[in-house]
């Protein structure tokens, strides 16, 4: 099986800090991949090459067997590959139903065949929003939400663009266990649709739920790659997490 | 309301404008009106970049004034018919507005403004230094006191009138066709959140371009047939401070996100200036616009539609 993301030996740097050095990673269509790192391992920087946010260094990105170096972040959406944002960055001044029109006027209607009418626009929005639970609040703006809705919120959007792999930075920080629940269970219905998943997190719990590979970053560096309950045992990781 | 029955609407309106002040037959309502209406052409267009995309352009004048040095540039060349000189303005400030798009739209925030002033300066240097178009000295700018169209006669403040009537239809009904457009919600998009927003396919630096380009033309076409207005055209009176102050100051009071906002500032801004004008003195202009401005951005910082909307989502989410 060919892979569906390929990550190619990528290296990015910030003046004299190497955020990146050397990273190798794949994802095969339909998996669901938890990244983990301490803070500042470059999980996120990572996150921003693949999807076009910043262009890495040397090293290149495959998605869907195209090669995506140079590409904008917008074609990079346009070609499937989603993201959520770490902090929730929803358009302010936009009702949740306009900030989900967005991806679908500006990438769903874009690939020929789809969406072509107002109306097919209008009844997509009502479905992701109902697939969140936040139907009811379609005129509602984004500040009228609490945090566990705008996470829910940004994964809707990021959903919108109808990708093949979602990339979901952080969507569960700060939340109570309840809510963490909540948007795990809304991940694995995602990936039963057949939406290959990227998890970054902090909370293990949640990882090793959800995580069919474990992945872990240090400084820049891949430390581990495998099945979850071989990676957290890994002397390497255990020392990047808990000093020697 | 679909945007046909919009155009009716404005243009019908424009037409009652027209009769009244046709009615009205003093000349001095044609000079106030023209210059109303030329702010509100200028602030509309301001607001296409400022307010929907939400990148503030210190630049007015520069667009302005090239608008209408273009009509000098031609009138010394080619005399040529007034709705082709706007066309022309158009066009010349609209592939300025685009090129200064593509050169200064990787800068952010404050910066792209102070670039935008910069362009102002630069263009009136060039026109300073240009002897062609008048230089420093400026240019005159003779127009007969009648337009001939066949038998008819008309007063040519009358069809200078006229012509920015229908340039502030037009520039109205653009604005409104692209809020409700696909391209609205992109503009939109990039005042909110550019990250987000090109997270979401949204090609942000193209629709910046759009934008700058579309601004640009406006505000060349409301300079176009200002020479003509004015009858001496002279860099400092083209490049006055009063066209950025003011193109910014109306879309704030009158509220940046709609195209309303913009026509409702210009009419009460530009109205208390003609006020002042004719009462107090033309210096009084700009302590005007301060004051209206200081007082907006206290009372009502999402302007006068920014705040009637408010009140009408609170009532209904009350009831």
Redesign the interface.
Known sequence: MTALLHVDNISKRFGGFVALDGINLEVQPGERLGLIGPNGSGKSTLVNCI???LQNETGNVLFDGRTMDGL????R??QGL??S?QLP??????SLA?NL???L???V??RPGQLRTPADVEARCGELLTMVGLASKAKQRPRDLTQVEMRKLELA??M??EPKLLIADESMAGLSHSEIEDILSLLMELNGRGITIILIEHIMSAVMKFSQRLAVLVSGKKVADGKPEDVVRDPEVVRAYLGQ | MSTIKFSIITAAVGLAVLVFAHWFGVDYVYFAGYTILQFIVLSTAWNILGGYCGYVNFGTAAFFALGAYSSVFWYNFFPLPIPVLIVLGAVGSGIVGFGMGYLTLRLRGAFFSIATLALAVVLQTLVVNWDFVGGSRGAYILHPENLEIGSVSVHYIEYLFTLMLVLTVVALVTARIIERSQLGYGFATIRDDELAAEACGVPTLRLKLIATTLSGAFMGMAGAPFPYYIGYLQPQSAFALDYAVNSIAMPMIGGTQSWIGPLIGAIVLGSAQQYATVTISSAVNLLIVGLMLVGFVIIAPNGLYGLVEEQWRRRRRKS
Do not use: E, I, K, N
């Open positions: 999807c076009g946010t904008a972040a917008h074609q959406t346009h989603a993201r944002f960055r929803p358009f302010h001044s936009m306009d029109r967005v991806p006027l500006y990438t209607h874009a959007r990021a919108a663009a």
